[in-house]
């Protein structure tokens, strides 16, 4: 069993940058692929960024490319993202997840979730 705990949401404006952390515990976190999701109101989950072992790949959803940056750092068992040039449309739950495949990740096929953090961009 993986424990997964999102911080970091907040209200902010359009432009501004936001980084969210999840810390895991129970199994070896760098064992896992890890990923960050978001959810808007009336949308289904979706996938965002994923990073693999070491951090060593990493992939993006094409709407957050150049402006959001995946990382990871076992030492910590956290993973992060940071947020930059946050736009309205960026407004949603933000959910961290675990994988034992790196491929599964973009599929939204996950083996654990975290219980999600909200960010809010107002323009």
């Known amino acids: 069993q993986v424990q997964l705990v999102e911080s970091g949401g907040g209200l902010v404006q359009a432009g501004d940058s936001l980084r969210l952390s999840c810390v895991a515990s129970?199994?070896?976190?760098?064992?896992?692929?890890m990923g960050w999701f978001r959810q808007a109101p009336g949308k289904g989950r979706e996938f965002v960024a994923a990073?693999?072992?070491?951090?060593?790949?990493?992939d993006y959803v094409d709407s957050v490319k150049g402006r959001f940056t995946i990382s990871r750092d076992d030492a910590k068992n956290t993973v992060y993202l940071q947020m930059n040039s946050l736009k309205p449309e960026d407004t949603a739950v933000y959910y961290c997840?675990?994988?034992?495949?790196?491929?599964?990740?973009?599929?939204?096929?996950?083996?654990?979730w975290g219980q999600g953090t909200q960010v809010t961009v107002s323009s």
């Open positions: 997840a675990a994988a034992q495949q790196y491929s599964s990740l973009r599929s939204v096929v996950v083996d654990y």
């Open positions: 990073t693999g072992w070491l951090g060593r790949i990493v």
């Open positions: 129970g199994r070896t976190f760098s064992n896992y692929a």
